[in-house]
């Protein structure tokens, strides 16, 4: 008789505090997992650190209105970093208190993901604390991370999400009220970017604050794109919505409003090398020293159907060019106020430009 060998069929593990299911401890549920089971997890508030283990599993939470992980305040709340396959899932929880600060130990406060292509889904990431990464930490991967919020984590770089190295997509995600400052420096509020590929699709990114760059993103040595993107009220030295290091950024369909710097670039602070293309783009009521809207230094810029309209700032109150290449086409630039000097619209300084204005442009720019 031939006996054929047949692979194991993926199972289905729960976890009910109350003690209805095959464990009453997410670690418990996890540790009787093996590959391609789904870990079911029941309401409740579970207080525990969560190590994926190199399972590669689904991990699924009831919601994140009812189902959520309390970190212990020792280290990541939850970690995707052993090895773990393709298929592995994160979804249905609310991730709270996870404190990453250690050396060796300070990346992903709420998440750290290293090394595995890991989706997440469906997820509140609040509260916690990390030196990389206070929400999440996506490192050298091809992570998804879609349909959630980022709100109230802090770290000195990438306070609501680091993606380092690797290729990330990010879809549908708020960003809200994440800080990075710990009082000498701060980079990338709400997302920072490093080394990486990113792609983001209907990101909303709310009162995001960075003491020196980026409230919003700030991005290095990267390629991004990001379309149907809002950035509404940052707060940054420069950059209070975007920032950009020697990275190319294509921007499609989006606003940056409300924007305010102490230094330059209210809306946008593109320098060393970034090249940047804008399609359909409002830049609107952002104020900095120079470049109220938009500053652009040692980089080009190429627009169509850009409106920069009621920034604020001493010089180039709605664009400020530095030894840079600027290509706009059926730009609106309206209302913006140069309150110290020059280029109430625009001010180009050593620079190349080739300006198409729309018609459409009505309302005078002024320069005090």
């Known amino acids: 008789m031939l006996l054929l060998s047949l692979p194991a069929l993926a199972g289905t593990i729960t976890v009910d505090p109350g003690g209805g299911g ?33 399972r590669t599993i689904s991990l699924v939470g009831a919601g994140a209105d009812v189902t959520s992980i309390v970190g212990t305040g020792s280290g990541p709340a939850v970690r995707i970093d052993s090895g773990e396959g393709a298929g592995t899932a994160l979804s249905g929880f609310t991730i709270s208190a996870g404190v990453a600060t250690v050396e060796g130990d300070d990346a992903g406060g709420g998440v750290f ?40 984590n802090s770290a000195p770089a990438g306070a609501g999400v680091y993606v380092y190295g690797g290729s990330v997509t990010l879809t549908d995600v708020a960003f809200e009220g994440n800080e990075a400052d710990d009082g000498t420096t701060g980079y990338g509020g709400g997302l920072l970017i490093w080394h990486a590929d990113f792609t983001g699709s209907n990101l909303s990114f709310t009162g995001e604050s960075a003491l020196m760059g980026g409230g919003g993103v700030y991005a290095n040595t990267s390629t991004v794109a990001c379309d149907g993107c809002a950035f509404t009220d940052g707060v940054a030295a420069s950059g209070a919505g975007i920032y950009l290091y020697d990275t190319d950024l294509t921007l ?14 209210g809306g946008l602070c593109a320098g060393e090398s970034s090249a940047v293309t804008l399609d359909h783009v409002e830049i609107t009521d952002n104020t900095a020293l120079f470049g109220g809207g938009i500053l652009v230094m040692n980089a080009t810029l190429t627009a169509d159907e850009l409106l920069l309209a ?46 198409q204005a729309d018609r459409k442009s009505t309302r005078l720019n002024s320069s005090h």
């Open 113 to 152: 993901v290293e090394g595995v292509d890991a989706q997440l889904s469906d997820l509140v990431v609040s509260g916690n604390t990390g030196t990389y990464g206070g929400g999440i930490m996506l490192a050298s991967s091809e992570a998804t991370l879609a349909n959630s919020t980022i709100r109230g």
């Open 310 to 355: 009621d920034n604020v700032a001493q010089g180039g109150a709605g664009m400020y060019s530095d030894t840079s290449t600027v290509s706009l086409v059926h730009a609106r630039v309206l209302g913006n106020v140069a309150t110290a000097s020059n280029g109430g619209g625009i001010a180009f300084d050593a620079s190349t430009a080739d300006v």
């Open 22 to 54: 095959d464990a009453t401890t997410i670690a418990g549920g996890l540790a009787l997992a093996a590959t391609g089971d789904t870990v079911q997890v029941e309401p409740g508030s579970y207080m525990e650190d969560v190590d994926f283990a190199g």
């Open 252 to 265: 499609t369909d989006s606003s940056i409003t409300g924007g305010v710097n102490t230094e330059n670039g």
